[in-house]
């Protein structure tokens, strides 16, 4: 019990002391013999000051991401970093008009489409199959028409009708894809030509200024590598695009080639 007392009587007399401590923190003499005492009070409360502020950086980031995009953009050369830009925007443009014409092609069922000239054909003939593919849109009841048309001819026009106009389709889902790949393919090269520009006018001022520095080689070499991430960057946003337009044409086709298929058929089924 004694021990505890004398524990206990210890501790106040720290305490008490740590509390006269606050008063006097102007005395320089108090300050120098309660230092360990003032620097743990200080510890204390200087992380509970700066726990506001912490977020501020994270703000900035995101409200400035526009101004760094646009700094870089211009800091790369307008000549071909707008050469670059350009070469995004008719690739998007090209590529959305494609996707929305490809999408409107496929809006049509064409296994409805059959059964529904199916069923013509049986009720009333030819001329009835054919009306119901000249209000039906999309590229499988164009092939549908062409063959109907030929039908009288025989088996096989229609078959070389069908097969005609199927390529003639063909031509009009990929038209202006070539131009895509032309982008996917010219935006990257520009931006190494832009960097190898650049490398060149860094060399040529180390040159100019007969030594080797630093600060001369730096500014160069990062404005020559900022064309080459923005061509890249093109280069990537246009291949995806691209690729899911071959991916649609491709199963437009094969629903094409299907249909015509059963096209041929239901004339042959009709002939007997």
């Known amino acids: 019990m004694k021990r505890l007392f004398n524990l206990l009587a210890i501790l106040l007399l720290i305490f008490a002391q740590s509390i006269q401590a606050f008063p006097i923190q102007d005395d320089m003499e108090m300050m120098e013999q ?15 000051m700066e726990e506001p502020v912490m977020e501020e950086p994270v703000e900035e980031e995101q409200l400035n991401f526009h101004q760094e995009l646009k700094k870089r953009f211009i800091e790369g050369g307008p000549g071909f970093m707008g050469i670059v830009l350009l070469c995004l925007i008719l690739g998007l443009a090209i590529a959305i008009e494609r996707i929305i014409y490809l999408n409107l092609s496929t809006t049509t069922d064409s296994s409805k489409l059959t059964s529904d000239v ?14 119901v593919c000249r209000n039906t849109p999309g590229p499988v009841a164009s092939i549908f028409y062409q063959g109907l048309d030929r039908s009288s001819e025989g ?9 005609a106009y199927g390529g003639v389709q063909m031509g009009q ?5 070539s131009w895509i790949s032309l982008f996917i393919a010219l935006a990257p090269m520009l931006g190494f030509m832009g960097t190898v520009i650049g490398m060149i006018q860094a060399f040529d001022k180390i040159e100019a200024a007969g030594d080797m520095q630093p600060s001369l080689v730096a500014g160069g070499i990062k404005v020559a590598l900022l064309t080459t991430v923005f061509g890249l960057i093109v280069a990537i946003i246009l291949q995806i695009f691209y690729n899911y337009i071959i991916a649609k044409i491709d199963s437009i086709v094969n629903d094409m080639e299907n249909a015509s298929i059963d096209l041929m058929d239901i004339l042959v089924n009709n002939k007997k």
């Open 118 to 131: 199916e069923a013509a054909m049986k009720s009333g003939g030819v001329n009835a199959a054919k009306e």
């Open 155 to 163: 088996i096989e026009s229609a078959e070389k009708a069908v097969i």
């Open 173 to 177: 889902l990929e038209k202006n894809v």
């Open 34 to 48: 309660d230092s360990v005492q003032t620097t743990d009070v200080v510890e204390m409360e200087e992380p509970v």
